[in-house]
């Protein structure tokens, strides 16, 4: 409590807050009234006079002083008459040693108003987009990616974002001298709506996506941004990207980095060894050096000004301004390498229903191959059936040569079997039926993709390859299933297949 001290205070006020004030009795000031810091307790402190002659201070000098100060609220009169026996003991005692001290009121404390408060539900949790708030992600043996990166907060329409908790404004409490103490009112927040952002309806503290995106809040405003944009290059200053809409990058992808767009991907610079999706288009206007570790995946149509040591999976259109060089290829729809110079040297490039370039391998012999007319889902999809297919019948051959053994041994024995054996041939027989069934599933799930593929191999237009100046032998061919190998240069062609043989004829390009 404080210090300071008034000899007059104005009657039936108290003093100001932490103010001592003082009354004199006799010709001394010995008795103090003190109040805290808010008025919310009162102290009485007592001293004995100067001398045994001098006056003492009376239960009526201490009454006066409490109603002076008019100390009405939370007065503990077990703490009062504590006092008051003390005052008549020490006067009757002329005792000038002690002092009485005590806190003898004390007020009710205000309960604090809430300030407005914002529950965010759009922070995602731990992803390959992970925050370096609190370092970068270890795997298992404590190595540190450093190429995880940053946290977008990808929302998808529909999605609520924030949930806004208005201010509450307490209760007001009590002084010891009954005066009302308001607290504070809490502090609000207030959300402007920006883009693609909306309220309930019947909620209105509730904010909600009206498009996919990532949040930003800036100024108080909250919106949905359809477009996550990179100035620059990507490289551990930003690390991998997953986000639900577009992402545009305007320099370089650098090697080991990773993108996934839920929309279109545009890449202004060029795509070095990394790995990229876009669930959209994809254009990458420098070109794609990818060291042998690019692999690239486009469900939509994809547009490149050139292909290098890149596996490229293309859902649509692919689109290539000058060349694709030893690369791997495979395009839903057509491959097109445009431009007087179009190349396609090396590698393998796969197309439903079309490849065109310029020039085809080289004047050295590269062997490069294209296949066009299989649907590529369906060649892959058959080709994985077979692999199982092929596993499962080596496990059948063994199965059978095993229960083959045990049954010799069986007829040999008399019908004897040991126990573990009993065991061993029960196993088997098990799982004789269980591959057996599973290769049955399989075969016939093969022969539905054959049928498919055969159908589609069936359809107009008639897949092609398309040369606008040269193909060079080590090129090979196939357009469904029909195979050609050229051993010499052949200029402005169009090959397709016709009754399971390649026909060469002019140039002409038509899908």
């Given at each position: 409590m404080s210090t300071k001290f008034t000899n007059q205070p104005s009657a039936g006020h108290p003093p100001k807050n932490n103010e001592l004030?003082?009354?004199?009795?006799?010709?001394?000031?010995?008795?103090?009234?003190e109040f805290s810091e808010g008025e919310l307790s009162a102290k009485v402190t007592i001293l004995p006079p100067a001398t045994a002659d001098d006056t003492f201070v009376t239960l009526n000098d201490l009454n006066n002083a409490i109603a002076k100060y008019n100390v009405v609220y939370g007065v503990d009169h077990r703490v009062l008459a504590e006092v008051s026996a003390k005052i008549v003991q020490y006067a009757a005692a002329k005792n000038l040693t002690e002092m009485i001290d005590a806190d003898f009121a004390f007020g009710l404390p205000p309960v604090p108003s809430q300030d407005a408060k914002i529950e965010c539900f759009y922070k995602n949790e731990k992803?390959?987009?992970?925050?370096?708030e609190e370092g970068p992600p270890q795997d298992e043996f404590g190595r540190v990616d450093h190429r995880a990166g940053r946290k977008i907060d990808n929302v998808i329409r529909g999605s609520l974002l924030v949930r806004r908790t208005p201010p509450t404004p307490g209760t007001p409490g009590k002084s010891v001298t009954g005066r009302d103490i308001l607290p504070a009112p809490g502090k609000d927040i207030n959300l402007i709506l920006g883009k693609d952002v909306v309220v309930h309806p019947e909620k209105p503290n509730e904010f909600y996506a009206?498009?996919?995106?990532?949040?930003?809040?800036?100024?108080?405003?909250?919106?949905?941004?359809?477009?996550?944009?990179?100035?620059?290059?990507?490289?551990?200053?930003?690390?991998?990207?997953?986000?639900?809409?577009?992402?545009?990058?305007?320099?370089?992808?650098?090697?080991?980095?990773?993108?996934?767009?839920?929309?279109?991907?545009?890449?202004?610079?060029v795509l070095e060894g990394a790995e990229v999706k876009a669930e959209g288009n994809l254009t990458v206007l420098g070109g794609v050096t990818g060291n042998d570790k690019a692999h690239i995946v486009c469900k939509g149509d994809a547009l490149l000004k050139y292909i290098q040591n890149a596996t490229v999976e293309v859902g649509g259109n692919l689109n290539v301004i000058q060349s694709i060089t030893h690369s791997k290829v495979s395009c839903?729809?057509?491959?097109?390498?445009?431009?007087?110079?179009?190349?396609?040297?090396?590698?393998?490039?796969?197309?439903?229903?079309?490849?065109?370039?310029?020039?085809?391998?080289?004047?050295?012999?590269t062997l490069t191959e294209l296949i066009v007319g299989e649907q590529?889902?369906?060649?892959?999809?058959?080709?994985?059936?077979?692999?199982?297919?092929?596993?499962?019948?080596?496990?059948?051959?063994?199965?059978?040569?095993?229960?083959?053994?045990?049954?010799?041994?069986?007829?040999?024995?008399?019908?004897?079997?040991?126990?573990?054996?009993?065991?061993i041939y029960t196993s088997l027989s098990r799982?004789?039926?269980?591959?057996?069934?599973?290769?049955?599933?399989?075969?016939?799930?093969?022969?539905?993709?054959?049928?498919?593929?055969?159908?589609?191999?069936?359809?107009?237009?008639?897949?092609?390859?398309?040369?606008?100046?040269?193909?060079?032998?080590?090129?090979?061919?196939?357009?469904?299933?029909?195979?050609?190998?050229?051993?010499?240069?052949?200029?402005?062609?169009s090959l397709t297949e016709f009754e399971g043989q390649i026909r060469v004829g002019a140039f002409r390009v038509k899908y």
């Open positions: 004030s003082v009354e004199i009795v006799g010709e001394q000031q010995l008795l103090f009234i992803d390959p987009d992970s925050s370096f009206d498009a996919d995106g990532h949040v930003v809040i800036k100024d108080g405003r909250i919106s949905i941004q359809p477009v996550y944009e990179i100035h620059g290059d990507l490289d551990l200053s930003i690390g991998n990207i997953m986000f639900y809409g577009t992402v545009i990058v305007y320099g370089d992808v650098k090697d080991g980095f990773k993108i996934h767009a839920g929309e279109d991907l545009i890449i202004r610079g839903d729809h057509t491959v097109t390498v445009s431009g007087q110079k179009g190349l396609i040297i090396g590698g393998q490039v796969v197309a439903r229903r079309a490849v065109t370039a310029a020039v085809f391998g080289s004047s050295f012999g590529i889902d369906l060649r892959e999809q058959i080709l994985n059936v077979e692999d199982r297919l092929k596993a499962i019948d080596l496990q059948l051959d063994k199965t059978r040569k095993a229960l083959a053994y045990l049954k010799e041994m069986y007829a040999r024995l008399g019908g004897n079997l040991p126990e573990d054996k009993k065991k799982s004789f039926i269980k591959y057996t069934s599973e290769s049955k599933i399989l075969s016939e799930k093969r022969r539905e993709l054959e049928i498919k593929q055969k159908e589609f191999m069936e359809e107009k237009p008639i897949p092609r390859v398309n040369c606008s100046y040269m193909i060079y032998p080590g090129v090979r061919v196939t357009i469904n299933r029909a195979y050609i190998a050229f051993s010499e240069e052949q200029k402005l062609c």
